[in-house]
């Protein structure tokens, strides 16, 4: 017998003996801390017949068929609201969501192979004390025909979600049709698991909400109050989200002192990319080669583009041409990473080299993070170190050229030279729908006396000889640059 006058068998099944056959934990692998809490805690309820299944990450097969297959929602719009800009805080499936969903979609195909019910937990549940009370009221109502929960029915079972009002030690034990996001615990038939696989054919939401709400109807799920279960991660902040960091996250890694996770988790918060924004434009190129003039120039024509920052219509910003964590000089969430932009034109800018190659030099000596940034995302682009050329004018003629075919490699929409192309980039925008106007677009240099740090700094000046001194794998490189953008090259000029 179970506890005092149960009568129910005891197969380690504890407060869930008799209202399903098998109990399984879905965990990921490597999640060792939830690991160890997970049999201690089960036994507090008289389980410790209970399996692991190991959920995946977003690198595993299945997860990786399913981006191949092109069985996931893309963005636009957002898979919550189906608008192309709103204001849903996740308004695009990340790679964790589809693996999250991915490991509930391969439980519930093994469910649907089985004879039994199945109690599905997720590693962060946490049971509370009323879990034996409400357990044995399910179980009665069971026996007694009056919740239709048995192994050939076609049944879900809402059992547990985040801490809520719901949750309650002396709330009276009820069913409701009422939907409630039940991952961290739900059981089910297999003849419901059999109708989960037949709903499915990609992943268009979350694993709860197409559990939950689109398959679950009134005719074939319960949701059982008060819930017996939680969450730490969602609800509390005890452990870590494998999805989305929680900001309770923090403030419970303050409040215990953890400051080495609590700097970790403060970075990971930032650079977490759960909303994505769409913009019609995205401008790239080199530092120094027209990124600021374009953002002007669309701006004047009609076309609201913004240097380094959000507007309406796109973002001109160097450093999107790379999909870094986060970009040195954003000035606003849009501009922080390209990693939450979708866009439906790049363009790139380019300069002669002549002129390009001076102000370049004088942005690595006196913007030393700009050059670091551009460093590390060559080398890692390229596998080419920019410190690996000995001279100044070798290292920006490389930088310029690298981070152009960067740029080249993606198949920018158009190439904007910004000696004689402002018509004809006001043309292209016009031949692809935008309302723009030639007037005012004298425009002169942006930016051409840039401050570093206040202070103005003179550009050096290249002779001849210079030029002639650069090294071959320098020439090359610039060789191939002035060809592929129809520059006369400054070496050998006279």
């Known amino acids: 017998m179970l506890f005092g006058s149960d009568p129910r068998p005891s197969t380690g099944l504890g407060v869930f003996e008799g209202i399903v056959?098998?109990?399984?934990?879905?965990?990921?692998?490597?999640?060792?801390?939830?690991?160890?809490?997970?049999?201690?805690?089960?036994?507090?309820?008289?389980?410790?017949?209970?399996e692991w299944h190991d959920a995946f990450t977003p690198d595993h097969p299945a997860v990786q068929s399913l981006y191949e297959e092109q069985r996931i929602a893309t963005f636009p719009p957002c898979f919550r609201c189906g608008m192309d800009d709103c204001d849903c805080p996740n308004n695009v499936l990340i790679p964790q969501q589809v693996a999250n969903f991915a490991s509930h979609l391969d439980i519930w195909r093994l469910t649907s192979r089985q004879d039994g019910r199945i109690l599905v937990m997720e590693d962060d549940i946490v049971l509370h004390p009323w879990t034996r009370r409400v357990s044995r009221k399910l179980w009665q109502g069971i026996e007694r025909g009056n919740i239709d929960f048995t192994p050939k029915s076609t049944t879900l079972l809402r059992l547990g979600w985040a801490l809520s009002k719901d949750h309650g030690r002396f709330k009276r034990f009820r069913t409701s049709h009422k939907v409630r996001m039940s991952n961290p615990c739900y059981a089910l038939t297999p003849g419901f698991a059999v109708n989960l696989i037949n709903h499915f054919d990609r992943v268009e939401t979350t694993s709860d909400v197409f559990l939950h709400d689109e398959v679950a109807t009134s005719e074939d799920s319960l949701t059982i109050f008060p819930p017996v279960a939680s969450?730490?991660?969602?609800?509390?902040?005890?452990?870590?989200?494998?999805?989305?960091?929680?900001?309770?996250?923090?403030?419970?890694?303050?409040?215990?002192?953890?400051?080495?996770?609590?700097?970790e988790f403060e970075r990971r918060l930032k650079h977490h990319v759960q909303h994505v924004y769409q913009r019609a434009i995205l401008c790239v190129g080199h530092p120094r080669t027209g990124t600021g003039f374009v953002a002007e120039l669309c701006t004047k024509s009609g076309v609201e583009v913004g240097h380094e920052a959000d507007g309406k219509d796109g973002i001109s910003s160097w450093m999107f041409a790379v999909d870094a964590a986060e970009n040195p000089w954003a000035a606003d969430p849009v501009a922080q990473t390209r990693k939450a932009l979708k866009w439906q034109f790049m363009i790139q800018t380019v300069r002669d080299p002549a002129t390009a190659i001076p102000s370049i030099i004088?942005?690595?000596?006196?913007?030393?993070?700009?050059?670091?940034?551009?460093?590390?995302?060559?080398?890692?682009?390229?596998?080419?170190?920019?410190?690996?050329?000995?001279?100044?004018?070798?290292?920006?003629?490389?930088?310029?050229?690298?981070?152009?075919?960067?740029?080249?490699?993606?198949?920018?929409?158009?190439?904007?030279?910004?000696?004689?192309?402002?018509?004809?980039?006001?043309?292209?925008?016009?031949?692809?729908?935008?309302?723009?106007?030639?007037?005012?677009?004298?425009?002169?240099?942006?930016?051409?006396?840039?401050?570093?740090?206040?202070?103005?700094?003179?550009?050096?000046?290249?002779?001849?000889e210079q030029w002639e001194m650069i090294g071959p794998q320098a020439q090359a490189l610039l060789s191939e640059y002035c060809e592929e953008y129809g520059y006369n090259s400054p070496v050998g000029a006279t």
């Open 231 to 263: 969450d730490l991660s969602w609800s509390e902040g005890a452990t870590d989200s494998y999805i989305h960091p929680k900001k309770n996250r923090l403030e419970y890694l303050k409040k215990h002192n953890r400051d080495t996770e609590l700097a």
């Open 21 to 50: 056959d098998r109990i399984i934990v879905l965990s990921l692998p490597e999640a060792q801390e939830r690991r160890d809490r997970i049999p201690s805690h089960l036994a507090e309820f008289g389980i410790t017949a209970f």
């Open 362 to 464: 004088r942005e690595n000596a006196h913007a030393p993070a700009s050059y670091e940034f551009r460093r590390s995302h060559i080398l890692a682009e390229t596998g080419i170190d920019l410190n690996g050329f000995e001279t100044d004018i070798e290292r920006a003629v490389a930088s310029l050229c690298l981070w152009a075919s960067i740029i080249r490699g993606q198949n920018p929409d158009y190439v904007f030279r910004i000696e004689t192309g402002s018509e004809a980039l006001i043309d292209f925008l016009s031949e692809n729908g935008f309302e723009v106007h030639k007037d005012n677009l004298d425009i002169g240099p942006v930016n051409a006396e840039k401050l570093y740090k206040g202070k103005h700094h003179e550009k050096p000046q290249i002779d001849a």
